[in-house]
């Protein structure tokens, strides 16, 4: 038997699923009752400044956490200053990383931050200008409202604490083996359910534990591009450090899988249907119960806990539950 791990780093990325990532933590950290790294900035820890101490909301010297789960850019040495670090786990998610380009393009406002003007597509436009201009385009707009300066060019690499501009082959070899070596988990977006499998076992939580609702998925999808072979080819050599981690990374979670053993399978397929029928009862909440799906949730997968608080839970954004545990700390 292995022993639940409370000690845990999430370094958030950006439009990789990490918002409905950062909601298992916080769930985990309130049944619990951890502390919790809290952002002085918001619902940031002073993004895109590298994390140190003074981005923590009312911290004390001294003072050590359990989780952090909040937006950072990664810093080893300087959260290990805060974390107890009894068995503590280092954990992030990755995404293809053209599909996350898009992504951040239309969150974070590309065409505002660059002055994008004309009628062609935002990554069209964007990858229109040649590597120097894109450059100096980016690079114009530091001070940005959105970040676009720090998620336009390698941004993986960035939110995990590297140089995004250097990109020599030497570089990118140092980056891979740092991340390998400072993180227990890489999981990957677009196998969500897989990965969070993985995270189960590598924290040796419950299934339970693990059960989510997607957080901050766009329902609509504007146009990036009208040109998807040619801009997509540009994107992916403008971005070829997150391009490497994320291949590095994407070969090492489907190793760890296979080395799961047999139950991974059907633990994933438990996840999926723990996962509907927690979805058709919240949809149900609070007008009525629906005393099926409330007794397989708490037969099958143990859900004892009171369900409407757990619908609650699941669906509760990441403003919210940050100023639900400010106020606790307060």
């Excluded at 069209?124 to 530091?142: M, V």
């Excluded at 146009?223 to 971005?239: G, P, Q, Y």
């Excluded at 190793?255 to 249907?273: H, M, P, Y």
């Amino acid at each position: 038997m292995c022993t639940p791990v409370n000690n845990v780093v999430f370094l958030k990325t950006h439009k990789t699923g990490s918002t409905t990532v950062a909601n298992i933590m916080y769930r985990y950290s309130k049944s619990k009752n951890l502390k919790v790294v809290l952002p002085d900035c918001e619902h940031r820890l002073c993004w895109p400044i590298k994390f140190n101490k003074s981005a923590i909301y009312h911290h004390k010297e001294k003072n050590t956490y359990n989780m952090l789960f909040h937006h950072a850019v990664f810093h080893k040495q300087n959260i290990l200053e805060i974390i107890d670090n009894w068995q503590t786990k280092f954990v992030t998610i990755l995404r293809e990383p053209f599909s996350q380009l898009e992504s951040a393009a239309q969150a974070f406002k590309f065409k505002h931050c660059y002055k994008l003007n004309g009628t062609s597509p935002i990554l069209d436009q964007l990858f229109n200008f040649s590597d120097n201009d894109l450059k100096k385009t980016i690079k114009s707009q530091k001070t940005d409202p959105y970040g676009a300066f720090n998620l336009t060019k390698n941004p993986n690499a960035f939110d995990l604490g590297f140089d995004p501009w250097n990109d020599t082959t030497e570089y990118i070899e140092t980056v891979l083996k740092s991340i390998e070596k400072d993180f227990n988990l890489v999981m990957i977006t677009e196998y969500m359910e897989e990965s969070l499998v993985l995270l189960k076992n590598e924290l040796c939580w419950d299934l339970k534990d693990i059960a989510f609702f997607i957080h901050n998925a766009r329902l609509t999808k504007d146009v990036s591009t009208n040109n998807l072979e040619k801009t997509k080819s540009r994107a992916l050599n403008w971005n070829k450090m997150d391009v490497a981690i994320y291949d590095y990374f994407n070969k090492t979670f489907w190793k760890k899988i296979k080395n799961s053993g047999t139950s991974f399978q059907q633990d994933v397929e438990k996840l999926k249907r723990m996962n509907f029928f927690l979805e058709y009862e919240c949809a149900t909440q609070p007008k009525r119960k629906n005393e099926i799906a409330a007794s397989i949730l708490k037969t099958e997968f143990n859900v004892v806990e009171n369900i409407t608080e757990l619908c609650s839970d699941l669906q509760i954004q990441e403003l919210n539950y940050t100023s639900i545990l400010k106020e606790s700390k307060n």
